[in-house]
């Protein structure tokens, strides 16, 4: 037993570095498959080359405020060594964090032409290589998460925690960027393209005389690709960071360790979990589903016998294993209330049934559902609060490390959930590239069940991932009252309850400049679209083609100007309340985030999931089918949920996690101030200044161009 | 000086009296009007019956509710004498608040006919005629409000504030039913009325053949009027409450008394802005809304005035007078935002835009401007209870004390702001007889103004009303400390973290089931309505007339039928939470309902508004007009915002006042009890069955007829 704790370090590297290697032996699988014809090349290309000029440019944006994070990274650190360490930490987590999505973008867009020339072959064929498409970028995501923690553990022992808040702060940095940025432009390409040619020009989608068709696929992959695999691998490690820092705390070494076998645990069950998918010789929607359904039930099962093993082996206190396992659980839950929320259930079929009285009714049904589906996951997860609370009863220390077990044991599967998400954007692309190549029968059929696939594991996953990034925001809430050495936040000081107030509104703020970023950036869209109808003679007939690229970079140009304000918002405001109101009531701020966070992130996603699956349920007939009145209204619905679920919603997980990780980075200088100097206050005033010219930049409207 | 303080609460007594005095003198003024001729009196006559009828029935529904928690009340008091108190005053709060409403409703059911045709006079006669029916409301809810608060201060001395909780818990608890059911009820009405006329039939609004459109007018009185009147009262009141105990623990005696002699003086100034309206001569909406705005001016700079007076006398001590004013400012400022948010400012002008591309991106700009308009509000807030600790620095029960009197401040002026708010229905209401009953020419056009103005005095007070309640729930969730001797809320014990996150998803349910609530009753009335035009022959023809009052009935029915669950949930909720998560967890839950709260209720309203007058600023000529596709798609804003805006929203007032009183009342129970019984567990199960099968019923829907 001792001889295990003294190697674990080591084991943990190798499962780390293993992780790595199953990766890019999945990428080589991938890529060894032909990727088609002439007409699929080019398309597949032409998103390909969008996609890494979005990022490229997105990278350029960012790269002056990571230089300028470095540096005031580096002043926060305790000692010099620290504080390079930090400074270093927050560098690598954000190159880890940019390289999974790059990474896992790059994979994407290969996979997608692969898939759908390998679609000729057979429905099981198919799905297997969109699946280890995306699990290349599922176990890329373990597998480096997992190595930056254990190398920065292993360079600085006792000190780690301090270091790997710098790394964990990278990764969320990073992730913010690429989320917001990632789903603006989705959802402006998304939208612009349906408003125009699904409205306006009565042409379906993915209809290759449509201009931002190509930009819609790049938009796929930059979003739902990589904008998901940086927040997932933010979460990951900053739940790892939070276990650490608690457990440490309250266990020592046991307690630090313990985290660091789980994740180790974790690639391992992740790889059976990817391995275990048998689609050989399934043909449908259903079969495909409980395929992969299938493969996450044999990986969690595992891994819980595993938290088991390793409590006993590293702590030998079950209670560990215990607070573990109580996040599977509530993943468990997590995807059933999701289901419950967004499937062919209640909320959805009460949408449907709106939809004949018109689009406000559908709206009014949508928020219905979405209102209350967020009441029953808060509850989900404040009972799994209470529970891991209750395994470490009397000690308040141990239940906050319990509250970050939970966490880890959500986080478990993190490569398998990475996997089934990665493969919807693949699975997405793969049939709009059949579209626009005109690939057409069989094929086209099969690639068209494996987007409805795609749009299941897409939705459940969306949902664990919030509740994912609320957990991990409270064991970080957690670890900032252990940093800041605060005997706890007494919410009725006017302060605290002031903090608490501002924190709250944050995610309303910044839902309401992302969504206004997703329709500014779609009027640029619209405009461009409806002029090249307007300018290029054959387009309409067929004989011409659109400008593809100019939409492209257009959508680009749009979503990175909208990029700052929500970031600096994020950065600033924590800094803005720890100076103004101290640490007690930077504490209030946080919890105020988490919990209107967590509210509205899912009322968000859930109602936007709700709204387009009862788009898709009149579609495939009920009131009336396409084209229809109920089918126009539930366009709208589908229309305004696009932003919420794929740009807001999703965009609130980093948020609220980056504000954490600011509030544990300053609380050490806000403690130390007593008083507001002259030069604090020029820079709050300032930063005031700088952050209401950004906010009021961000409300301006572009004009519209009128439509032909 | 000594003399007065010691004559003050004759005083006080006597400026509640003049009050009601001057409420009863109003209504005479307006009732010596004539009502019209004899068509006008029908459509006058049948929406009073409905009016009433609706009330009667919505008591007879609440009555056995009041009973048992009137015995329940009984139980929570410390000595039989205290018992007795308690219990008989929140009896004497609910009649009060009952009765305000009702009489409220009833003068503006006269009024309304007395309007119309006095509108044949000129605007500024017909204009102060509708006023003055307002303020019969307005002084009746500031003179009852502080009769009843003095009798009981004057009986129980220093145990008054024990039994003025039960005062304010009847007051609130009736307003939650006057203003979910009045609620539910006019938007059942107004929405269904205008999905089948206005949509369906292309026929106008308040067009005779329309057999909701007395149902419409009914629920204009018994939302806007009895809903609004009876909230108010309750703010009035909790405000009241809340400064006393606050006081006392602080101040001691004066503590008490300026809050007191406060009231006082706000229904002086009240009364001075009500005779201050001077409408004569004034022929345009801008002219009319100035002259209501001035009156309001002269209200507020007396009052300040008379803070400073009256902090000297009493306390010789002027932070008490700058605390309460405070609170003006506040108002001041709540009065500017909600303008920026809901009048012809960006993002009303946003949305007009936003509609030539249709109803999705109408919906997207409404969320836009919400979400962020309630960060500006809620920083508002923040920002006055900073400035009002500030005031009292260093002490922070004091502090709590400021921000009771910055509430104080608020609702000085509530005779007013109830007059502004109950002119709205009465405009309403006149000009929609005069449609029903042919009255036409410059008549009409004078009504379609005061109309226009009633639509921007309802606007404003709601985000008033809003704000108060907030400020008003601050106080009490203070007091809350005060009674539970908590040494304060630690957020970071995991069993407050779980309570405040609960209490923070509560606002949400809420919303969902009351938005659900309005969209069942509003089926049930479409069907209805359809049911009308396919079965009575001559009814489009208008050769026949509608059954009008098999509408009102059945609007009257569906809502009732939706009134209990929100009122469970509202007082089950924080008792479950109490003595499951005990006394702290409690506290964490009001802080969590309080932010959501705040936020979603601002949110709601501001985005209904906005999309309403967006709506109509298409109407009068921009993007196309009437008729346009971009006037179809501000209907369907319109429409989304109908409940959100006059539905949900303004319920979330009473909610969190109401959940406030409950922790409170139960608070002492909890701290005694350390463990729970067998008996307990056993209602505690019982309770959680309840909760879940009336939510669980809530949650089914009805079915739709099929159009003609």
Chains 1, 2 share one sequence.
């Not at 790997?164 to 990073?174: A, M, P, Q, W």
């Not at 068709?213 to 938009?219: N, R, Y």
């Not at 645990?265 to 399934?282: E, Q, R």
């Not at 206004?516 to 779609?522: F, L, R, T, W």
Request: hydrophobic share 50%; proline share 3%.
């Amino acid at each position: 037993m001792e001889s295990f704790v003294a190697n674990l370090l080591p084991i943990v590297l190798s499962a780390s570095i293993i992780g790595i290697i199953v990766s890019i032996w999945l990428a080589w699988e991938v890529l060894k498959h032909p990727e088609g014809n002439k007409k699929v090349q080019e398309v597949s290309q032409a998103i390909r080359e969008g996609a890494n000029a979005y990022l490229k440019r997105q990278f350029k944006t960012i790269a002056p405020i990571v230089v300028i994070l470095t540096f005031f990274l580096y002043f926060t650190g305790k000692t010099p060594q620290l504080a390079i360490g930090r400074a270093g930490a927050f560098l690598l987590g954000s190159f880890f964090s940019a390289l999974v999505g790059t990474i896992g973008m790059n994979i994407a867009t290969r996979a997608n032409a692969r898939t759908a020339t390998l679609a000729n072959k057979g429905f099981g064929e198919a799905l297997s290589l969109a699946f280890k498409a995306g699990a290349t970028t599922g176990m890329l995501t373990v597998g480096l998460g997992l190595l930056g923690a254990t190398l920065i553990y292993w360079y600085y022992g006792n000190l780690a925690t301090e270091v790997l808040v710098g790394f964990g702060f990278g990764g969320s940095l990073l992730a913010l960027f690429m989320r917001v940025g990632g789903g603006i432009y989705t959802k402006a390409a998304d939208v612009g393209a349906d408003l125009v040619g699904k409205v306006e020009k009565n042409i379906p989608e993915d209809d290759p005389r449509n201009a931002a068709v190509i930009a819609d696929q790049v938009g796929d992959n930059v979003g739902d690709c990589a904008g998901m695999a940086a927040d997932l691998f933010e979460s990951y490690e900053v739940t790892l960071v939070a276990a650490m820092i608690l457990g440490g705390a309250t266990f020592g070494l046991p307690g630090v360790l313990f985290p660091l076998a789980v994740r180790a645990l974790g690639v391992g069950t992740s790889i059976l979990g990817i391995f275990s998918v048998n689609a050989k010789g399934k043909t449908e929607i259903k079969e495909g589903i409980n395929a992969i359904l299938k493969a996450f039930g044999v990986s969690t099962i595992v891994s819980t016998i595993g938290f088991f093993i390793l409590s006993d082996l590293i702590a030998s206190d079950p209670r560990l294993a215990i607070a573990t396992t109580t996040g599977i659980v509530l993943s468990g839950i997590i995807f059933l209330l999701t289901d419950l929320a967004t499937g062919d259930h209640a909320p959805v079929k009460d949408i449907v049934k709106q939809s004949q009285t018109g689009p406000a009714t559908v709206i009014l049904s949508g928020l219905v559902g979405g209102f209350s589906s967020t009441v029953w996951q808060i509850l989900a997860i404040a009972i799994t609060i209470i529970v891991s609370f209750m395994i470490f009863r009397g000690d308040p220390t141990a239940a906050a490390y319990g509250v970050a077990l939970a966490g880890m044991g959500m986080l478990t599967t993190t490569g398998l959930i990475v996997s089934m998400d990665s493969f919807g954007p693949i699975a997405d692309n793969a049939q709009g590239i059949s579209e626009l190549s005109g690939i057409k029968g069989k094929s086209l059929s099969i690639l068209n069940k494996l987007d409805a696939i795609g749009n299941t594991t897409k939705a459940t996953t969306k949902g664990f991932a919030i509740a994912s990034a609320v957990v991990a925001a409270v064991s970080l809430f957690e670890s900032y009252l252990t940093d800041t050495g605060l005997s706890g936040i007494n919410i009725s000081h006017p302060e605290v309850f002031v903090g608490f107030l501002i924190g709250g509104a944050i995610p309303f703020l910044f839902s309401s400049l992302t969504i206004k970023a997703v329709s500014d950036s779609c009027f640029a869209v619209i405009n461009e679209v409806r002029r090249q109808f307007k300018e290029i003679p054959g387009l309409m007939k067929g004989t011409q083609k659109p400008d593809y690229a100019r939409v492209v970079d257009l959508t680009t140009k749009a979503a990175l100007s909208s990029l700052a304000t929500p970031a600096l918002v994020a950065i600033i405001v924590p800094i803005l309340v720890g100076f103004l109101l101290k640490a007690e009531a930077l504490g209030g701020f946080l919890a105020g985030t988490i919990l209107t966070g967590q509210l509205l992130a899912v009322f968000m996603a859930n109602t936007g999931a709700a709204w387009d699956n009862a788009k898709k349920m009149v579609e495939e007939g009920q009131m009336g089918g396409k084209g229809s009145d109920s089918h126009k209204a539930t366009v709208v619905g589908d229309t305004v949920g696009d932003p919420l679920k794929d740009t807001s919603g999703p965009a609130v997980n980093p948020l609220i996690k980056v504000m954490n990780l600011v509030a544990i980075l300053v609380a050490p200088i806000v403690v130390a101030t007593n008083t507001l100097s002259a030069v604090h206050w020029i820079i709050i005033v300032f930063a005031i200044i700088l952050l209401s010219y950004f906010i009021s930049q961000s409300q301006k409207s572009p004009t519209l161009a009128k439509g032909s």
